[in-house]
């Protein structure tokens, strides 16, 4: 089993730009996380999809932040225009229902926005 | 809603000393209730997790922890730390059919030789 992939495994963009974040869960796996990383404010929990259906994305900072899920196999973020605070070590995980609840990560996107 | 409180943002401990992680939890019904840990440059991985039943709970890597509903306490332990166990170690709360989880701030393990 691969596991979580996420590609790239770092970005540097300059601010400004486009940024697509990408995501392919484990397979048979319906949940799909997207969560950021910082050292002051820790883990957060983006917006995360059942069934390919976004369920919860209040934690999506502001309306420059996207995500969508357009097939069981596959997830982007993208972060339109880009900022330096959006500067953040970015995660996908996902999880099955039928299932303990254990949400597997991938190895995450390092991005730095200068 | 759910919360998690780790209190102690980092600790240092001697190899082969035991250990300690202290995690408090706020949630309304039965938790389900985990423990993950983070290597450099690694996403998290799952150490251990707690439904229900016996409250004191195997994991991986030589880790335990123990559910304390009287003290919405989930301490996580080892008997003897390895240098390999350095990383920062983060409890989640969750609920049943809750599949999103609310995880603390993390914990980092510094261990000395």
């Known amino acids: 089993d691969a596991g979580v992939i996420q590609s790239p495994r770092h970005e540097v963009t300059e601010m400004g730009q486009e940024v697509t974040l990408r995501c392919k869960p484990i397979?048979?796996?319906?949940?799909l996380f997207w969560y950021r990383q910082t050292m002051m404010r820790g883990l957060e929990l983006l917006i995360y999809?059942?069934?390919?259906?976004?369920?919860?994305d209040s934690g999506m900072p502001e309306d420059r932040f996207s995500a969508k899920m357009p097939n069981a196999s596959f997830s982007t973020l993208k972060i339109q225009p880009s900022e330096p605070r959006d500067s953040a070590v970015y995660f996908c995980?996902?999880?099955?229902?039928?299932?303990?609840?254990?949400?597997?990560f991938g190895p995450g996107t390092r991005l730095t926005v200068t | 809603a759910q919360s998690v409180t780790q209190p102690d943002i980092h600790i240092t401990v001697s190899e082969g000393a035991s250990l300690e992680l202290r995690c408090n939890y706020s949630y309304g019904a039965t938790p389900y209730l985990f423990w993950y840990v983070q290597s450099p440059g690694q996403g998290l991985q799952l150490l251990l997790k707690?439904?229900?039943?016996?409250?004191l709970v195997q994991g991986i890597k030589g880790f335990e922890a123990e559910f304390k509903r009287s003290q919405s306490s989930f301490n996580l332990r080892k008997p003897s730390v390895h240098w390999s166990d350095a990383a920062e170690y983060f409890c989640a709360v969750g609920g049943e059919g809750y599949q999103k989880v609310t995880f603390g701030t993390g914990t980092k393990l510094q261990v000395i030789p």
């Open positions: 707690y439904f229900s039943g016996d409250t």
């Open positions: 999809f059942n069934n390919n259906v976004p369920i919860d």
């Open positions: 397979s048979g796996h319906d949940y």
């Open positions: 995980a996902s999880s099955n229902t039928g299932g303990s609840y254990e949400q597997y």
